[in-house]
């Protein structure tokens, strides 16, 4: 079993900063594990923010550029998000299906945080 904790949401405003963490705790926590951030605006599905893995990290096209997302240790995944704008504003979760590669699809990652907001004002 894996648990995941998401934090380090808030206000900011358009051009700042903020910087996520997600915690994975649980008996067979391994950095082999890819870990994706998606994130979910009112009316929207969940989108693919980043993922990271042995082979490397990917990025969604609309944060490519301005976010990076990094593995501190086996249970430390951070995602620094710079140059925000308001169309960053949603709720952003950390996820992992136990598997050594990146998954786009939200469908395919059996275990969530909780998810953290983040809301950036014009």
């Known amino acids: 079993q894996v648990q995941l904790r998401d934090s380090g949401g808030g206000l900011v405003q358009s051009g700042g900063s903020l910087r996520l963490s997600c915690s994975v705790s649980g008996s067979t926590v391994s950095d082999m594990y890819a870990i994706a951030w998606f994130r979910q605006a009112p009316g929207n599905t969940r989108e693919l923010v980043s993922c990271?893995?042995?082979?490397?990290t990917t990025y969604g096209d609309s944060v490519k550029g301005r976010f990076t997302t990094s593995r501190d240790s086996a249970a430390l995944v951070s995602l620094q998000m710079n140059s925000l704008k308001p169309e960053d504003t949603a709720v952003y979760y950390c996820?992992?299906?136990?598997?050594?590669?990146?998954?786009?699809?939200?469908?395919?990652?059996?275990?969530w945080g909780q998810g953290t907001q983040v809301t950036v004002t014009p």
């Open positions: 990271i893995s042995m082979r490397g």
């Open positions: 996820a992992t299906d136990r598997a050594a590669i990146c998954k786009t699809d939200p469908d395919e990652h059996a275990y």
